[in-house]
T-cell receptor
Framework: DVKVTQSSRYLVKRTGEKVFLECVQD?????MFWYRQDPGLGLRLIYF???????EKGDIPEGYSVSREKKERFSLILESASTNQTSMYLC?????????????FGPGTRLTVL | GDSVTQMEGPVTLSEEAFLTINCTYT??????LFWYVQYPGEGLQLLLK?????DKGSNKGFEATYRKETTSFHLEKGSVQVSDSAVYFC???????????????FGQGTILTVHP
């Protein structure tokens, strides 16, 4: 069974803290994605990576950075957390084979910044 | 740029009612279209997909047809169950290859609640 796992389901941090969200996939997928999910806004792409050490900005990269040192692991970093980064964060992965780009999602991390 | 618009929610239905959730899109070229479902406390799961015009995706009693002429991909189910209560997302994907990387563009999501 394919699997995308995220390091925490729930996280509470203080304003100004550095926050790491980890995502691991076991499907040997090339592409990995970080989204944030907010009510009424759907999912918005923060960053994605198409290969080890490669990254591309998504639609809302401000205040975030990412790291991909190994193919199976993609980390989202909040350098200095702010209250407007309180959200649900979802990681996904996919393989660029063929025309059908199904993405497989992790369970999400609900981050609260106080 | 690409965009997806879903009908406003939330949608509340009684068990065995007919469900339609509207989805329209704007895209260049010929995107693939998806419906994802998110059950309470979980991540998103692919519900169904279609890759070209007039394709019908179907799964678990849900159906959606890729209508290029109306740029739509409406989700339907003939008889909903309480267990269908979830958030439903319509999405489109550019195609992998070149520099597109198969990114998904999502609609805002529609909350469905089914009462016994």
């Amino acid at each position: 069974d394919v699997k995308v796992t995220q390091s925490s389901r729930y996280l509470v941090k203080r304003t100004g803290e550095k926050v790491f969200l980890e995502c691991v996939q076991d499907m040997d997928h090339e592409n990995m994605f970080w989204y944030r999910q907010d009510p009424g806004l759907g999912l918005r792409l923060i960053y994605f990576s198409y290969d080890v050490k490669m990254k591309e900005k998504g639609d809302i990269p401000e205040g975030y950075s990412v790291s991909r040192e190994k193919k199976e692991r993609f980390s989202l970093i909040l350098e200095s957390a702010s209250t407007n980064q309180t959200s649900m964060y979802l990681c996904a992965s996919s393989s660029p084979s063929g025309r059908i780009n199904e993405q497989f999602f992790g369970p999400g991390t609900r981050l609260t910044v106080l | 740029g690409d965009s997806v618009t879903q009908m406003e929610g939330p949608v509340t239905l009684s068990e065995e009612a007919f469900l339609t959730i509207n989805c329209t899109y704007t895209a260049t070229g010929y995107p693939s279209l998806f419906w994802y479902v998110q059950y309470p406390g979980e991540g998103l799961q692919l519900l169904l997909k279609a890759t070209k015009a007039d394709d019908k995706g179907s799964n678990k009693g849900f159906e959606a047809t890729y209508r290029k002429e109306t740029t739509s991909f409406h989700l339907e189910k003939g008889s909903v169950q309480v267990s269908d209560s979830a958030v439903y997302f319509c999405a489109l994907s550019d195609h992998a290859g070149g520099t597109s990387y198969g990114k998904l563009t999502f609609g805002q999501g529609t909350i469905l609640t089914v009462h016994p």
